[in-house]
T-cell receptor, first 114, second 115 residues
Framework: NAGVTQTPKFRVLKTGQSMTLLCAQD?????MYWYRQDPGMGLRLIHY???????AKGEVPDGYNVSRLKKQNFLLGLESAAPSQTSVYFC?????????????FGPGTRLTVL | AQSVAQPEDQVNVAEGNPLTVKCTYS??????LFWYVQYPNRGLQFLLK??????LVKGSYGFEAEFNKSQTSFHLKKPSALVSDSALYFC?????????????FGKGTSLLVTP
C-alpha cells in the first residue's frame, strides 16, 4: 500500500514552459486535493475533486488546470509556467463517509520556474 | 469557513521539557480542527483532530491538543519534548462540504528541541 505518490519529485522549468504533475493514490479515496506550500504562508488549496470526473477551484487556482479522469489519479497542469509558481506542491486524498476525516498527503513536488 | 492562526513562527524548547504550539481559530458553526507535522523534505503527517466531545484530544507520537471554546484555541502539547520532535507544525480547520472539506492551514510553527 503506497498511499499517495507524486511524480516527479523535483522539476526545473523555464518561464512559459508547460508541465503536468501526477498524483496517484491506492486507498480508493473519493476526494483529492492539490495544495501549494510557500514559506511563511502555510499550504493553500489550488484545486480539488470530490470524485472521478469532477473538479473545483480552490483558493489559488489561477494558472493551473486539473483533471480527474480516473478515481486514483489527479493531475495538475501548468500551461505556461511563471516564476510565481515556484513552490512545493502537495497532493492529498481523503475518504467520505464521516463529517470530519483526515487527509493523507504525498511527499511533494518541488518546482522551480526560472 | 474555518480559519486558523498560529501566532508563533518558531518555538524553542529543551529536551525533556513540556512543549506547547499555539493555534487559534475563527469559525461559523462547529469547529473541526487538525494538527499536522512536516519533517524536512517530507509530506504532512496527521497528528490528531478535534470534532466534538472531550476537550483534550490525544494523538500520535505522544502529542495531545486542548480545545478551548471560550478562548477559541486549539493548542498542541506534549509533556516531554524529544529532539526528534523538531519539525514544522501546522494547525488546520476544515471547510464545509460545499468546499470539498478542504483544509485551511495556518502559516506553520517551526519547533526546535535542543538537547
Amino acid at each position: 500500500n503506497a498511499g499517495v505518490t507524486q511524480t516527479p519529485k523535483f522539476r526545473v522549468l523555464k518561464t512559459g514552459q508547460s508541465m503536468t504533475l501526477l498524483c496517484a493514490q491506492d486507498m480508493n479515496h473519493e476526494y483529492m486535493y492539490w495544495y501549494r506550500q510557500d514559506p511563511g504562508m502555510g499550504l493553500r488549496l489550488i484545486h480539488y475533486s470530490v470524485g472521478e470526473g469532477t473538479t473545483a477551484k480552490g483558493e489559488v487556482p489561477d494558472g493551473y488546470n486539473v483533471s480527474r479522469l480516473k478515481k486514483q489519479n489527479f493531475l495538475l497542469g501548468l500551461e505556461s509556467a511563471a516564476p510565481s509558481q515556484t513552490s512545493v506542491y502537495f497532493c492529498a486524498s481523503s475518504a467520505p463517509g464521516l463529517a470530519v476525516f483526515e487527509q493523507f498527503f504525498g511527499p511533494g513536488t518541488r518546482l522551480t520556474v526560472l | 469557513a474555518q480559519s486558523v492562526a498560529q501566532p508563533e513562527d518558531q518555538v524553542n524548547v529543551a529536551e525533556g521539557n513540556p512543549l506547547t504550539v499555539k493555534c487559534t481559530y475563527s469559525v461559523s458553526g462547529n469547529p473541526y480542527l487538525f494538527w499536522y507535522v512536516q519533517y524536512p523534505n517530507r509530506g504532512l503527517q496527521f497528528l490528531l483532530k478535534y470534532i466534538t466531545g472531550d476537550n483534550l484530544v490525544k494523538g500520535s507520537y505522544g502529542f495531545e491538543a486542548e480545545f478551548n471554546k471560550s478562548q477559541t484555541s486549539f493548542h498542541l502539547k506534549k509533556p516531554s519534548a524529544l529532539v526528534s520532535d523538531s519539525a514544522l507544525y501546522f494547525c488546520a480547520g476544515q471547510s464545509p462540504a460545499n468546499s470539498g472539506y478542504a483544509l485551511n492551514f495556518g502559516k506553520g510553527t517551526s519547533l526546535l528541541v535542543t538537547p
